[in-house]
Every structure is written in structure tokens, then in C-alpha cells.
């Protein structure tokens, strides 16, 4: 796990430069990290650095900067259609998210319907692993899917795709 990795897997999730910058700090200096988040820090459990993990790090900084769709498992395709419709890069395509909401069946199976809508857009959901019923979902160009898979693993997390 190295700070290149971090770098290189904010930058392929999205090309906010800000993200990369908060990451990094918390891999390499987490008590600056917790210093300068002051009353802001996430409801995480983060007490001290060593509660930092640069993964939350980046899913809060996805979140922020409005590039995440932040789902729980109850949701439905009604929600993620919701959701997908205010990612920039989903929004910038024109894609119709509507018929999202009508899948019937799970969330999951919502999401594999809008990750085949979005393949003749060049961009792929995928799926950053953080507890057991959120479903953060980022849209990526779907050339840098198999990379930012191999990253995760690599720095220790997982981030999947579900078609």
C-alpha cells in the first residue's frame, strides 16, 4: 500500500483534486488528517488517527463532492434512479435513469439494469465495500473498472461491480 496507489485511485474514481489531497493526508499523516477535520469529523468512530482508514476518507470525500451514489440495502431501484440522475458524470451522458425505477426485485438487481444502461456510455457502477448494508455506488469510464478493482485489493478493501 503506498501513497501512489491512493493517488492513482482517487484520480480514477474522479478528477477532483481535492479528494486525492484528503486521502493522502489521512494515509500519511492521519493525526493532521483528524486535526484538521476538528467538529467535522465523520460519525465513523474516528476518535484518534488511529481510527483513520484513507478508504472512508475517500468515500466521504466521493460523497461530498456529490460524485456518490450513497444507497442502504432497503433502497430501491426507485432510489437509485433518484441517485444516478444527480452524478455529474451519469448526468453529462443524458442517460435516461427512469427506467431504473421500475426493475422489479432488489436493489442489486436495480443496479445491474443501470450498470447495462450505462455501458453504451462508457461508464460502469461500481461498488465500494464499506458495511454490510450501504451500497456506495461511483459511475466510472469502464476502461478503469478492472484497475480501480485491483487497487482496492490491493490497499486492502474491496470495489466490485455487479454485472
Request: charged share 30%.
Amino acid at each position: 500500500m503506498t501513497a501512489d496507489d491512493w493517488t492513482r485511485l482517487c484520480g480514477l474514481l474522479d478528477d477532483d483534486p481535492e479528494l486525492s489531497g484528503s486521502v493522502l493526508r489521512a494515509f500519511s499523516d492521519p493525526a493532521d488528517h483528524v486535526a484538521g477535520q476538528g467538529q467535522d469529523l465523520p460519525d465513523r468512530g474516528t476518535e484518534s488517527a488511529d481510527d483513520v482508514d484513507p478508504w472512508f476518507v475517500m468515500i466521504d470525500g466521493l460523497d461530498e463532492s456529490g460524485a456518490l451514489a450513497y444507497l442502504d440495502g432497503e433502497d430501491s431501484g426507485v432510489e437509485l434512479a433518484d441517485a444516478l440522475a444527480g452524478l455529474p458524470r451519469v448526468f453529462r451522458t443524458g442517460a435516461d435513469t427512469e427506467p431504473v425505477a421500475d426493475v422489479d426485485g432488489g436493489l442489486e438487481d436495480a443496479i445491474v439494469r443501470a450498470d447495462e444502461m450505462l455501458a453504451p456510455h462508457g461508464l460502469r457502477l461500481v461498488f465500494l465495500a464499506e458495511d454490510s448494508d450501504a451500497y456506495p455506488l461511483v459511475a466510472v469510464p469502464s476502461e478503469n473498472v478492472s484497475e480501480i478493482v485491483a487497487l482496492a485489493e490491493r490497499l486492502g478493501h474491496e470495489a466490485r461491480t455487479f454485472g
